[in-house]
Structures are given as structure tokens and as C-alpha cells.
């Protein structure tokens, strides 16, 4: 099945500075998922898109799917040390919508 | 509404032995997925279940590897004959339709 690549792989910030890491597919998805997992948690699901073109806000956060439906990106508006973690795009593949994850974007913030 | 439950949450094996770790899917959820996880890497998919069914097996490994989704009680994956590589966060995730997956806090297996 296709690959999704995310860049990057770290990216270190002070706190208050944005974040934005970006999913990228050789091929057209049919929709992406955005998970957070923190350090020794496990993924929780942030938003799914579906629509090219879209753009889907919760608070800091944005999100957005590209217009060809082949890469996304996760926006967030001056960080917090809570938004430490690991953020990974995924898309459901086939029947069995079994997720295909990214590698992630290891965000770490300094206070 | 309990979330999804695993357990052990930590396994520590020695190489042959084998391994099961258990999934509690979320009440009224008839799926099942499991996943693994190698440090500083994204989840691969094992396998999806749903009662009494697998449905995709496909990444799996074909050998020592098994799991099974009965028809009462949590879902088990089952290693047999632990090796190394085998040591990886497990995570089983569970849905109600095919949309938004509920991850469990995974079981660390660390082969000795």
C-alpha cells in the first residue's frame, strides 16, 4: 500500500513559537487522520479529513488536506508544554480500514 | 464507559517463550485491530478482528505469530517463541464502524 512521509522527523521549540508538521503520499488518499501520542502513552485520535481542501480548526490546532488529497498538515498556534509528543498522520486503507501510519513528528517545547 | 483495556501492560519474556497479551475492546465495539510499535517508530498494522473472525490478517508474520477475537472474552495475540526483535510496544485498538479507532495503552514486551 501507499506510504506516508512526515517531516519532520523532531522539531524542538520554545514555548509560544507555532509547529507544523506535513504528511506527504506519492499517491491520492482517501482521507488522513491526525493521532497525538505522548512520551509512553498511546496514540489518541485528533481529527480526520476527508474533503480536498479542507481545513479543520480546534483551538490551537489546524488542520489541513491538500487540494490533490495527497499530503496534510497540522498547524499549532504558539505551544504549550502540553503539546509535547509525537504527531502522526495515518489513512485508513481498504475494506478492513486498517490505519497506515506515518513515522511522526516528535515535537518536544521548551518552558 | 471503560476505554480499551490490555494487559499485562509490561511482559518481560526470555527468548523462547511465548507471549499473550490480552485486548478489552470499548463496549459495543465489534472491532478489533492490533498494532506494533518499535521505539521512535510509527504503528504497523498486525492484524483486524472482529468477533470469532479475522478479517485482515495481512501483517502478520507467518510464522510463531497467531491471534483470535472468540466470541466471549478479549482478544488475544499470541507469540510464540519469543525472539528479540520480537520487543515492541503492542497496541489493540477497537471501533465501532470503520472510522475512529480507540487505542488501548498498549503492552511493552521486552524479550530477555
Known amino acids: 500500500g501507499q506510504q506516508v512521509m512526515q517531516i519532520p522527523q523532531y522539531q524542538h521549540v520554545q514555548e509560544g513559537e507555532d509547529f507544523t508538521t506535513y504528511c506527504n503520499s506519492s499517491?491520492?488518499?482517501?482521507?488522513i487522520q491526525w493521532y497525538k501520542q505522548r512520551p509512553g502513552g498511546h496514540p489518541v485520535f485528533l481529527i480526520q479529513?476527508?474533503?480536498?481542501?479542507e481545513v479543520k480548526k480546534q483551538k490551537r490546532l489546524t488542520f489541513q488536506f491538500g487540494e490533490a488529497k495527497k499530503n496534510s498538515s497540522l498547524h499549532i498556534t504558539a505551544t504549550q508544554t502540553t503539546d509535547v509528543g509525537t504527531y502522526f498522520c495515518?489513512?485508513?486503507?481498504?475494506?478492513?480500514?486498517?490505519?497506515?501510519f506515518g513515522k511522526g513528528t516528535k515535537l518536544t517545547v521548551n518552558p | 464507559n471503560a476505554g480499551v483495556m490490555q494487559n499485562p501492560r509490561h511482559l518481560v519474556r526470555r527468548r523462547g517463550q511465548e507471549a499473550r497479551l490480552r485486548c478489552s475492546p470499548m463496549?459495543?465495539?465489534?472491532?478489533v485491530y492490533w498494532y506494533r510499535q518499535l521505539p521512535e517508530e510509527g504503528l504497523k498494522f498486525m492484524v483486524y478482528l472482529q468477533k470469532e473472525n479475522i478479517i485482515d490478517e495481512s501483517g502478520m508474520p507467518k510464522e510463531r505469530f497467531s491471534a483470535e477475537f472468540p466470541k466471549e472474552g478479549p482478544s488475544i495475540l499470541r507469540i510464540q517463541q519469543v525472539v528479540r526483535g520480537d520487543s515492541a510496544a503492542y497496541f489493540c485498538?477497537?471501533?465501532?464502524?470503520?472510522?475512529?479507532?480507540?487505542f488501548g495503552p498498549g503492552t511493552r514486551l521486552t524479550v530477555t
Open positions: 485498538a477497537s471501533s465501532q464502524t470503520t472510522y475512529e479507532q480507540y
Open positions: 479529513l476527508v474533503k480536498s481542501g
Open positions: 499517491t491520492t488518499l482517501s482521507n
Open positions: 495515518a489513512y485508513a486503507q481498504g475494506g478492513s480500514e486498517k490505519l497506515v
Open positions: 463496549k459495543g465495539h465489534s472491532h
